[in-house]
């Protein structure tokens, strides 16, 4: 009883750490001399902490005035400077890291020089950089991983105990210090507190390029409008999902949230108990984001396909297909081995050209989906569903996406035939659903055929990210599409294909496993450049409005080159431009067991619908982190 009041007070002291004061605790004199130095701008601190209840709080975004927009690299401070859910956990001491000396050495360090142990007056007057939003800013502006690499050695340096998964110091502030010639970076690290140790600051010596200056200026500088933000919100909370289970609450921009009024709120899960971050720009409070404007909503007669002839055919067809066998048992085992022999706090791993998601290769081991506790168990959550819409004269379909794990089975262990189907219990599942009288579109050998046209650069899965690229996007397009066209109702829809116009383009993503290697091979894997179909509707990027006939909804497979990376190129523009018919989406970045209240909530738009297609990645309907809301 005693661990638990201890782990819970250490918890809430790391969370409110988050909102405290920003002078540093624990300095001791300067013990290396400084040359002088260019003076700098005065500068507030992008933003300023308030925790409003406990494991609630609002960042509030520093701006000029109440009228001003804010930067880029303000929005991305006020998101990764001690942001309690990415550092929930991490102050506590791994059980197998022994305590440090309490002297310093600078031998682990080589890439720093003039290491200070008090904060120097003239960065107090300088803005700090959270340093990785702003190296993947870098490198898609052309400016190179240099710098990038140089932060994650600094982080991953290990005190002769590299058996540790987990990183001993942060670099929690990045500065650019002058200008041009005389410009220098600078980096304020915090060692964890269970080191003992304390914060330091230190010059680097490695010297700003003028790539990088010029990226700085603009990150600085670069003001977001409301949509821009929204994006933004999108985007972070799409990327930091993998790791600590983080979704945007739904919120309308400057509506009432615990006594104030931000522009987007932020969930995360990261240690079984939910945390939320609020993020507030005083323009934003009484603004409204753009959104395509809509026609009334017509009164619909709507009439479901209720057929079963489909359902018993594609039972049939999965008769004697993908059954737990030898190969696939022996496969289990060999999977097993290599989950065990990871740190346990290691999420992804390299190998075979690929990294792997551990999650996903947990989905792999799963014996029956159906046998999991009451608010696991996704068989009575999609009845509930079907009863609901069923009850409002709308078609549901469900579309399970095989993790990258299960289409690559051979890449993930070694030894393993190409042909092999080792996703079992998946394609068990996707029978129990069809035998429950829900229509289930099994995408499977699509995304198998799909891997056929893989070369070096080219492969249907991303490298380095859990989510699908082009080639397997535009194979799960053509099934369902294909599907939503047979339906009776199809014909009178009044679908009239030919509306969008469709463009090639490519767009530039660091994967969502990347950052849950250790830190010092994060450095190994670059952002991938992506080939991206994007749909416009009158030289616009396109956007189902609520009036749409079809709803798209389910996890970040619904948003990934939707509503981040690239926009308008993601399933639901890609279904539209394929049937003829608008197709509005609905995206939960913290896992499809989310969506179905946002749904349940949004009756007005309901009114014009004829389909809900809810598609999700296969490895929630196994221990989801998220468990199934209730309606």
Known sequence: ????????????????????????????????????????????????????????????????????????????????????????????????????????????????????????????????????????????????????????????????????????????????????????????????????????????????????????????????????????????????????????????????????????????????????????????????????????????????????????????????????????LEFKQKLALILDSLPTDQNAWHANGMLWFRRNANSLLAKNFLEQDSLHNPLPRMLELKAYLDSLGIQLLVVPVPTKEAIYAERLVSGTEDTLCVDVAEVEFVRNLLEAGIDVLDIYPALRSAKAGDDEDHFSFQKFDTHWALSAELAALEEIAGKVASYSWFAESGATPGFLEMRDTSIVREGDLIQQLPTLEQSGFAPETLEVKKIYRKGKPYVGGKDSPILLMGDSFTGVFESVDGKSGGPASLLAFALGLDVQVMTSWGGGPGVRHRLVKDKKSLQSKRLVIYMMTARDFWHSPLEWDVF
């Open 1 to 328: 009883m005693k661990q638990i009041f201890f782990f819970a007070f250490l918890f809430l002291l790391v969370f409110f750490l988050g909102c405290a004061s920003h002078s540093e605790a624990g300095r001791t004199p300067v013990e290396t001399p400084l040359k002088a130095l260019p003076n700098t701008v005065s500068k507030e601190l992008p933003y300023r902490c308030d925790s409003v209840a406990p494991h609630q709080e609002i960042r509030r975004v520093s701006v000029k005035d109440s009228t001003a927009l804010p930067t880029l690299s303000a929005l991305d401070f006020a998101a990764y400077y001690k942001n309690p859910i990415r550092e929930a956990g991490k102050q506590e001491r791994p059980e197998n890291a022994t305590p440090l000396p309490s002297n310093f050495s600078s031998e682990g360090f080589p890439m720093l020089d003039s290491v200070l142990f008090s904060e120097p007056e003239f960065l107090r007057s300088s803005e700090a950089l959270a340093w990785e939003p702003f190296t993947r800013y870098l490198y898609a502006k052309g400016a190179g991983d240099s710098l990038s690499l140089l932060l994650r050695q600094i982080e991953s340096f290990k005190w002769n105990q590299r058996e540790v998964f987990a990183d001993f110091q942060k670099v929690e502030k990045l500065y650019l210090v002058g200008a041009k010639e005389n410009a220098s970076w600078w980096v304020q690290v915090d060692p964890r507190s269970w080191t003992g140790k304390t914060p330091f600051w230190a010059k680097m010596k490695h010297r700003p390029s003028s790539a990088e200056i010029e990226a700085h200026r603009n990150y600085t500088t670069e003001s977001l409008s409301l949509d821009a933000a929204l994006d933004w919100a999108k985007s972070l909370a799409a990327y930091l999902y993998p790791t600590y289970n983080t979704d945007l609450e739904p919120h309308t921009p400057g509506a009432e949230w615990m006594g104030n009024r931000p522009f987007a709120v932020m969930r995360g899960n990261p240690m079984g108990e939910p945390l939320w971050v609020a993020f507030d720009v005083p323009a934003f409070r009484r603004a409204t984001p753009e959104t395509e404007s809509t026609s009334p909503t017509k009164e619909l007669v709507r009439k479901p396909d209720t057929t079963s002839a489909w359902r018993r055919q594609k039972l049939q067809e999965l008769q004697g297909v993908c059954l737990e066998t030898e190969k696939t």
